[in-house]
């Protein structure tokens, strides 16, 4: 069986969270009803809450289902917007660091295009970390017209975490709403919604051995956020519509299995992470490790799963490719538009060439990975990166028909 290293981008279900799905999927019951079944119903959900509440250091009132981390983040970024410039129409300014996910940047986007909003876009560091003091710089300038700070908790690519907990207390200070994506980081970090002291906070099941489609968003009582989809008024009135009691379960379970093994399973992953980049950087001189190399304690660190390497070069497509043959399933870490590799934003706004941009390789582990498929991915990797190489230069040479 291939081995997988991908975890970033969805991890397998783990079986309890399975088996919690496939129970509550044979019971009939909307949690709205008023009989027995949608009371057997409503339970299933308000448990499911409290266990995700528990993962996430929240109230279970403060916590919102969706229908995954996409939706959480588009309800919160446009949720918090609508709020804030229905209040004030001059606070129209949304600040967000670059290298942020593509839910965050196409809304963004949309809001500038559609609904009048200017976004201020915060550079980040050669590691793709934002600074604390050039969030509190704007906000020094522009806090009477902010109407939402938003940023990654970790970077879903080359998995550096962000000083949240910083830029919130600035925030507040400037009496401005924070939203965190926190979907790469769940299931990686401690997440205490508490102690990051943000006003909404975006999660998804999927990255933690939970059902595609399911996520949540933690809204702090305090904050009112504008609903994008309107209907029966569940979830607070902040997301109508009949609610996924089987995904619901299934996420729950899947969080209180996280939540349980983190502490030791963050550890675990964090010894193989190290062993893989001093591996990969041992066989593959070339190799660029990129993001947090843990060269400042101070700093926040680096996701424990989260292996990215530039291999100049060659095409991040090629080596995924090439590593599929081999058995090993991982990605090249950026987007993919109607089928051509296009360079990652990240990259870029961590200052690669547009070129080197290109060559990214991300290697995520999850809880079924083991030490020995790290060992046998540092075997081939010298062999698939002079494959690759051949293959991108190949690739820029003139075709000849
Ligand atoms: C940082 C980050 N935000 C948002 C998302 C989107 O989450 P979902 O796939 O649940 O829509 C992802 C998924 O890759 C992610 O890594």
């Given at each position: 069986?291939?081995?997988?290293?991908?975890n970033?981008?969805?991890?397998?279900?783990?079986?309890?969270?399975?088996?919690?799905?496939?129970?509550?999927?044979?019971?009939?019951?909307?949690?709205?009803?008023?009989?027995?079944?949608?009371?057997?119903?409503?339970?299933?959900?308000?448990?499911?809450?409290?266990?995700?509440?528990?993962?996430l250091?929240?109230?279970?009132?403060?916590?919102?289902?969706?229908?995954?981390?996409?939706?959480?983040?588009?309800?919160?970024?446009?949720?918090?917007?609508?709020?804030?410039?229905?209040?004030d129409?001059?606070?129209?300014?949304?600040?967000?660091?670059?290298?942020?996910?593509?839910?965050?940047?196409?809304?963004?986007?949309?809001?500038?295009?559609?609904?009048?909003?200017?976004?201020?876009?915060?550079?980040?560091d050669?590691?793709?970390?934002?600074?604390?003091?050039?969030?509190?710089?704007?906000?020094?300038?522009?806090?009477?017209e902010?109407?939402?700070?938003?940023?990654?908790?970790?970077?879903?690519?080359?998995?550096?975490?962000?000083?949240?907990?910083?830029?919130?207390?600035?925030?507040?200070?400037?009496?401005?709403?924070?939203?965190?994506?926190?979907?790469?980081?769940?299931?990686?970090?401690?997440?205490?919604?508490?102690?990051?002291?943000?006003s909404a906070?975006?999660?998804?099941?999927?990255?933690?051995?939970?059902?595609?489609?399911?996520?949540?968003?933690?809204?702090?009582?305090?904050?009112s956020?504008?609903?994008?989809?309107?209907?029966?008024?569940?979830?607070?009135?902040i997301?109508?519509?009949?609610?996924?009691?089987?995904?619901i379960?299934?996420?729950?379970a899947?969080?209180?299995?996280?939540?349980?093994?983190?502490e030791?399973?963050?550890?675990?992953?964090?010894?193989?992470?190290?062993?893989?980049?001093?591996?990969?950087?041992?066989?593959?001189?070339?190799?660029?490790?990129?993001?947090?190399?843990?060269?400042?304690?101070?700093?926040?660190?680096?996701?424990?799963?989260?292996?990215?390497?530039?291999?100049?070069?060659?095409?991040?497509?090629?080596?995924?490719?090439?590593?599929?043959?081999?058995?090993?399933?991982?990605?090249?870490?950026?987007?993919?538009?109607?089928?051509?590799?296009?360079?990652?934003?990240?990259?870029?706004?961590?200052?690669?060439?547009?070129?080197?941009?290109?060559?990214?390789?991300?290697?995520?582990?999850?809880?079924?990975?083991s030490?020995?498929?790290?060992?046998?991915?540092?075997?081939?990797?010298?062999?698939?990166?002079?494959?690759?190489?051949?293959?991108?230069?190949?690739?820029?040479?003139?075709?000849?028909?």
């Amino acid at each position: 069986m291939a081995i997988y290293l991908d975890n970033a981008a969805t991890t397998r279900m783990r079986p309890e969270a399975l088996a919690a799905f496939v129970a509550q999927a044979q019971a009939a019951g909307n949690p709205s009803s008023t009989h027995s079944a949608g009371q057997d119903a409503r339970f299933a959900v308000e448990s499911g809450r409290v266990e995700v509440a528990l993962s996430l250091g929240a109230d279970p009132a403060e916590v919102i289902f969706t229908g995954g981390g996409t939706e959480s983040i588009n309800i919160a970024i446009k949720g918090l917007y609508w709020a804030a410039v229905a209040r004030d129409r001059t606070r129209n300014v949304i600040v967000a660091p670059e290298g942020e996910h593509h839910a965050t940047l196409e809304s963004l986007e949309w809001l500038e295009q559609a609904q009048g909003a200017e976004v201020v876009w915060v550079p980040v560091d050669r590691d793709a970390r934002v600074s604390p003091e050039a969030v509190a710089a704007i906000l020094a300038e522009r806090a009477g017209e902010v109407a939402v700070v938003t940023l990654m908790l970790a970077n879903n690519e080359v998995g550096t975490v962000q000083p949240v907990a910083e830029v919130a207390a600035i925030a507040r200070e400037a009496g401005v709403p924070v939203h965190v994506d926190a979907v790469s980081a769940y299931g990686q970090l401690p997440i205490d919604f508490r102690r990051l002291g943000v006003s909404a906070l975006s999660v998804s099941a999927h990255k933690i051995g939970g059902p595609v489609g399911v996520g949540a968003l933690v809204v702090h009582r305090s904050v009112s956020i504008s609903p994008l989809v309107h209907g029966g008024g569940q979830e607070r009135r902040i997301h109508s519509g009949t609610v996924n009691t089987a995904g619901i379960a299934a996420f729950a379970a899947a969080a209180a299995a996280m939540h349980a093994e983190l502490e030791a399973e963050a550890g675990r992953l964090r010894t193989l992470r190290d062993e893989l980049i001093a591996g990969i950087s041992a066989v593959v001189p070339q190799a660029i490790v990129t993001g947090d190399r843990g060269v400042d304690p101070s700093a926040p660190g680096r996701l424990p799963g989260n292996v990215h390497v530039v291999l100049p070069g060659c095409e991040g497509d090629s080596i995924v490719f090439l590593l599929d043959r081999e058995g090993f399933l991982a990605s090249n870490g950026s987007a993919c538009t109607a089928g051509v590799a296009q360079p990652s934003h990240v990259l870029r706004a961590m200052g690669f060439s547009e070129q080197d941009s290109r060559s990214g390789l991300r290697i995520t582990l999850g809880h079924d990975t083991s030490a020995s498929d790290i060992h046998r991915l540092i075997d081939v990797l010298p062999g698939v990166y002079a494959a690759a190489l051949d293959a991108g230069m190949a690739a820029r040479e003139p075709q000849t028909f």
